[in-house]
């Protein structure tokens, strides 16, 4: 219930590519679902979130699309470059104000020149 | 912007031996956490704090302890070092105003077992 399911577990995208990253949960108390990009050798940095109550939120090249219904959401990041290269996370709070995140276990993608 | 510091950025310890990782964050928020970030396994929660003096257990606090004497400072420590808690360990802050909801992680603590 507490789980967080993200796929694929790695992704190599050419240059001027669109990136998907899906994630999935299960549990309908979940109120915010952010995206965390991390570089070797540092800590992850929040790039684009997103609360149950929106479908879609942009952000310049990073967009996640939300369903509800599906219990589902994605991270797609639109012409993709070689400086998008990362691990990428996604998340979901169930710990209302006070917070708790649960992470998927991230993708590591890679765009190619 | 928030500031989340972790005072070492790699530490070789022994076996058996008792460790301290530091986390200071500068905003005055009352959510702390502590996470470690194994390949395969992402990121798990080990402890986190509410307020000064507060703590509860995540997902996998077996092994560690943590204080939080002072708002700003949150330390996880492993009261006796085992090869199986070499890692990366994460500290986050949280800021948990609705419009400027988010954690900041520090850059981590990389620890070496041995």
């Known amino acids: 219930q507490q789980q967080v399911k993200q796929s694929p577990q790695s992704l190599i995208v050419q240059k001027g590519g669109i990136s998907i990253i899906n994630c999935a949960y299960e549990?309908?108390?979940?109120?915010?679902f952010p995206w965390y990009q991390q570089f070797p050798g540092k800590g992850p940095a929040l790039l684009i979130a997103?609360?149950?109550?929106?479908s879609e939120k942009k952000e310049g090249r990073f967009t996640i699309s939300f369903n509800k219904s599906a219990k589902q959401f994605s991270l797609h990041i639109m012409d993709s470059q070689p400086g998008d290269s990362a691990t990428y996370f996604c998340?979901?709070?169930?710990?209302?104000?006070?917070?708790?995140?649960?992470f998927g276990k991230g993708t590591k993608l890679s765009v190619k020149p | 912007d928030v500031k989340v510091t972790q005072s070492s950025r790699y530490l070789v310890k022994r076996t058996g031996e008792k460790v301290f990782l530091e986390c200071v964050q500068d905003?005055?928020?009352?959510?702390m956490f502590w996470y470690r970030q194994d390949p395969g396994l992402g990121l798990r929660l080990i402890y986190f704090?509410?307020?000064?003096?507060?703590?509860e257990k995540g997902d996998i606090p077996e092994g560690y302890s943590v204080s939080r004497e002072k708002k700003e400072r949150f330390s996880l420590i492993l009261e006796s070092a085992s090869t199986n808690q070499t890692s990366m360990y994460l500290c986050?802050?949280?800021?948990?105003?609705?419009?400027?909801?988010?954690?900041?992680f520090g850059s981590g603590t990389r620890l070496t077992v041995v």
């Open positions: 986050a802050s949280l800021s948990s105003g609705r419009a400027s909801y988010g954690y900041t």
């Open positions: 549990n309908t108390a979940f109120d915010y």
């Open positions: 997103i609360r149950p109550d929106v």
């Open positions: 905003m005055d928020h009352e959510n």
């Open positions: 704090s509410y307020d000064v003096k507060m703590k």
């Open positions: 998340a979901a709070n169930f710990g209302g104000s006070q917070g708790n995140l649960i």
